[in-house]
């Protein structure tokens, strides 16, 4: 589930400019860190995107850009 979640975070962050911050549990210790840090730590636990969307708005939210893309 990690490796899906760390995808579709990858593909926002891919289509803004600034560093997508999120939410995770590292090392037992609710953080912020970028994609980068969450995919590097075994143990992290994804909590949400800091905008205050959900993991799921993230679909959303990449399909949005790639409309306007077109």
């Known amino acids: ?5 760390i995808q ?3 593909r926002l962050e891919e289509r ?3 560093r997508l911050v999120i ?3 590292i090392d037992g210790v609710e953080k912020k860190c970028s994609v980068d840090e ?3 730590s075994k143990d992290a636990e994804f909590v ?5 969307n959900k993991v799921d708005d ?7 850009l790639d409309t306007l893309a077109e």
């Open 1 to 5: 589930m990690k490796s899906s979640i």
């Open 8 to 10: 579709r975070l990858r």
């Open 16 to 18: 803004i400019q600034d």
């Open 23 to 25: 939410l995770a549990v």
């Open 38 to 40: 969450l995919a590097q």
């Open 48 to 52: 949400r995107v800091l905008s205050g």
């Open 58 to 64: 993230v679909d959303i939210m990449v399909s949005w």
